[in-house]
């Protein structure tokens, strides 16, 4: 098989490389696509694509496998960049890095590569099963650094075709084995935040491109003006920093777009406006919709998962209600992933009932 391994810089993809090398069998060639934005947010920030670069380079040296550097920056801007300001000047939270992997790393990439690889590998902490003709996503061994909700919008297709060769080893394990190589990067950092800024501040990359819009910010149960934002689009439900208000803690809550206004609850009034139910319009299977209607649900990346009962509505929507608790953070913009024991189901776009998110032009919420 020919194997296209795509490389961060990283030490999961780079252990993942080395992996595949040693155990031999695939013809391997070593993928840096360079998204990086370093010409359009350079004045903002240092964006580290060429520390990546290197590293990559070194890594494919010692793994002996060609290296191929593919730039999609163009189809980026076009595709991911757009998805998040379009969901941002709509009021919602968008995902970037869940689009990124279905868009980029697993979309645009095997487009352009028009059929050199067969198989493309990643160092995302997840796991593929194959039977019954169907290829399904499974959580990782490390539970804590599961990445399958970042990918939660693959295709039947595109998930037929992936490998990760660390989804059955824990975090711990790859450093391990990363020190025992002597990788360059094996002490590295993971890296934070949205996947094309690097270095650069979100706050600063929505400015650049939404402005600012001042509004007030209330306080949802009185009415009263608790003090004043720049945008409505700095901020997400559920957030609690950042609001720079007295007599905390507040949470954000809620948006008024047709005032502009920031909608606030004190944390003593929080469970009372926080949702335990809310809608995935445009449900997105990886394999087959699910049998039955007792499932867990993840809203955002990390380790938990709840349980939850889903009904599908006439129009194919789904009702997900949370069992256990309400949570202040269900964001319409976000994703649910969707959870039947080990296999991700895959998910969708979340919206309030009385809020439901419109269609955008890239199909994945309405």
Known sequence: MRVAVLCSGGVDSSVALMRLAAAGGHELTAVYLKIWLEDELAFLGRCPWEE?????????????????????????????????????????????????????????????????????????????????????????????????????????????????????????????????????????????????????????FVRHHLGERPGEIRDIDTGAVLGGHRGLWFFTIGQRHGLGLAGGPWYVVGKDRSSDALLVVHGERLERRTRREFLVPRPHWIAEPPTRADLEVRIRHGERLEPCTVTAGADGSLAVALRAASDPGVAPGQFAALYDGEECLGGGVMAWADEAAPATRFGVSG
Do not use: W
Not at 62 to 86: G, I, K, N
Not at 177 to 189: F, H, K, V
């Open 52 to 204: 990546d670069l290197e590293l990559v380079r070194r890594v494919a040296a010692m793994a002996a496998v060609p290296l191929e550097v593919v730039p999609l920056q163009r189809e980026y801007l076009e595709t991911v960049v757009a998805y998040a300001l379009d969901e941002l000047r709509a009021g919602r939270t968008p995902s970037p890095d869940v689009m990124c992997n279905r868009m980029i790393k697993f979309g645009a990439f095997v487009e352009r590569s028009g059929g050199a690889c067969d198989l493309v590998a990643s160092g995302h902490h997840a796991r593929v099963g194959h039977g019954g003709g169907l290829s399904r996503l499974l959580r990782a061994a490390d539970r804590r650094k599961d990445q399958t909700y970042f990918l939660c919008q693959l295709e039947q297709r595109q998930l037929a075709r992936c490998l990760f060769p660390i989804g059955d080893s824990t975090k711990d394990e790859v450093r391990a084995e990363a020190r025992r190589l002597e990788l360059p990067n094996a002490s590295r950092p993971d890296s934070q935040g949205i996947c094309f800024l690097g270095r650069v501040p979100f706050d600063d």
